[in-house]
Nanobody, 131 residues
Framework: QLKLVQSGGGSVQPGESLTLSCAAS????????IAWFHQAPGKEREAVSC????????YYSDSVKGRFTISRDSAKTTVYLRMENLKLEDAGDYYC????????????????????????WGQGVQVPKVS
């Protein structure tokens, strides 16, 4: 059974970089679109990036476009979120989520994904706010 195991959170100063990882356990990720969600304190989870199952397409929210990069490894077991030039508003919890349904991949890449549509989640990592 597929499980997602996250790593890479931690404290950073504004302007610094951080890479989050979402690793598969029990299966590979090549049949799944993967989304990264950001949940700021007191707010709902928002999809900030998504990558298609074959890595041919990606999505970035306006708030992270040009600063974050989503990628998959060649072994199809890990998805990364490289976060550069971090801002104070990037602080919060980050979750990766997987979905194997083509329609959900479509909505994810279109930027209209809803967290409720994803059933498989990583445990989340925290990026604390450091001023």
């Amino acid at each position: 059974q597929l499980k997602l195991v996250q790593s890479g959170g931690g404290s950073v100063q504004p302007g610094e970089s951080l890479t989050l990882s979402c690793a598969a356990s029990g299966d590979t990720l090549d049949a799944y679109a993967i989304a990264w969600f950001h949940q700021a304190p007191g707010k709902e989870r928002e999809a900030v990036s998504c990558i298609s199952d074959d890595a041919s397409a990606t999505y970035y929210s306006d708030s992270v476009k040009g600063r974050f990069t989503i990628s998959r490894d060649s072994a199809k077991t890990t998805v990364y979120l490289r976060m550069e030039n971090l801002k104070l508003e990037d602080a919060g919890d980050y979750y990766c989520a997987a979905n194997g349904r083509p329609f959900i991949q479509y909505t994810c890449l279109a930027g209209t994904a809803n967290s409720a549509e994803f059933e498989l989640w990583g445990q989340g990592v925290q990026v604390p706010k450091v001023s």
